[in-house]
């Protein structure tokens, strides 16, 4: 079994994601791929790829997986338990594989999921121009489903890459006091009890999944419950059902809503937001379109001036 890789013990939730999913929302087709995009490129910087190239997105508990050929991988997200050959090593860097080791990833400490690359290319046939797994309909990844024991990917023969590692100023893990920042939406004006943001806080709810982040703990009342228009919705925006508990979309939500919009997070805080463990508190911030844009401007500099990387392409 020439460039394999095969799955000993399955993890949580661990599945194929990558960046390529654009232009089919029209359709009713999710975009899907990395709930936490700013570790997904960080991996694939780690690797010399593209950074909109398939890695493993491992939540909550990993798998264990044995690796058939020499090859590098890259892990990073959460700080998590893991082990090459029951040795302890570390993420955030690129790392060398000969063939039959065994990599050992368990539980995510600090965040919700951490990211695994390998230096060749998964063998997978692309579903709308992408191998993301959307299970809720079954297309992408491998059998459209999360990776289960005893399951095989292929790979293509070894990309070459220099060992690299991800410079400090880019960690951020600290998930105490989450301060989010959220630009006001169409529907705001509808709110009557949000006069004090630096006072509410929110919990973000087990019952959360690659759909939605569900909000606990603050309701927002609104003084009009009227039906509204389908809109468009995209990653990030936040939706007020009936019951006055946010709703923040992620990468498998719906291209369409029903529910007022309260706002919209900052572009760049959506990665992190999607790492905050369940039951931990977060609070909104709001900001103009005009701040949001330049502060995305700020880490697409940031990226192409310390990293070399090109957020636009």
Known sequence: M?????????????????????????????????????SHILTNWLLDKKIISELLEITYYGPKIKINFDTKIALYGSKCEVKLNNNKIETGKTISIKSGDVLDIKKCINANRVYLGFSAKMKLKKTFNSKSTYDKIQIGGLNGKKLLKNDIIEFDQLKNCKSKKIPSSFMRFN???????????????????????DEIKFKISPNSDRMGLRLIDYKIKLNDYSEIESTVVTKGSIQIPKDGN?????????????YPIFGNICKIDISKLSQVKPNQKIKFKFISLKESNKLIEYEKEKFKSKLNLDLSS
């Open 2 to 38: 020439k460039n394999t890789i095969e799955i000993l013990r399955e993890g949580v939730y661990t599945s194929i994601q990558d960046l390529r999913r654009t232009g089919f929302k029209k359709y009713g087709v999710p975009k899907s791929g990395p709930m936490d995009e700013y």
């Open 175 to 197: 998930n105490e006091n989450m301060i989010i920042r959220v630009i006001k939406g169409i529907h705001f004006d509808r709110v009557n009890n949000f006069d004090n943001e």
């Open 246 to 258: 946010p709703i923040i979309l992620m990468s498998d939500s719906q291209s369409t809503g029903g």
